[in-house]
């Protein structure tokens, strides 16, 4: 009976260890993601819209960001301890993320348009927010779970 708790033991230490990994993936891809988006918006905002192609950049490394804030949500969700709520507000905020930045354009195109940039930029930084605070339970939940497994 020991052996087949240690050994079950292993597993567990193993699968939690290989789910950390693709949170921490998608931790540091979520900030490098932000990074690369800000610095476009940026180079949007002062100097015009810009060639299409860069906006199609924008918007696909968006879609991404969005993808890892739903991925960091579920995976803290799926945990035993995980959060329903969180696992709620960062799909919610992510929705919201993209429905935004697909329809911003057509939204107070005169001299008024810098409020929707200033709102989808507050979106993004919301995201980024929810986002580490998901892994950041995550990775409290996991270690929790290696030290009881252990």
């Known amino acids: 009976m020991g052996g087949m708790f240690s050994v079950s033991s292993v597993l567990i230490v193993r699968a939690v260890e290989e789910t950390l990994v693709v949170v921490r993936i998608a931790d540091m891809s979520l900030r490098a ?4 988006n800000l610095i476009l918006g940026l180079i949007f905002w002062f100097n015009g819209a810009g060639p299409r192609w860069l906006v199609l950049i924008h918007m696909l490394v968006g879609i991404l960001f969005v993808a890892a804030i739903w991925l960091l949500g579920l995976a803290q969700g799926l945990q035993k301890n995980g959060s329903l709520g969180l696992v709620i507000g960062t ?6 993320i993209a429905i935004f930045g697909l329809i911003q354009e057509g939204l107070l195109p005169s001299s008024g348009h810098w409020v929707i940039e ?3 930029l507050l979106l993004a930084i919301a995201g980024i927010g929810i986002g580490e605070a998901s892994a950041a339970r995550y990775k409290r ?3 929790a779970a290696s030290a009881s497994a252990a």
Do not use: D, M, Q
């Open 33 to 36: 993601l932000f990074v690369i």
């Open 91 to 96: 799909f919610v905020v992510g929705l919201i």
């Open 118 to 120: 200033v709102i989808h």
């Open 141 to 143: 939940g996991a270690a």
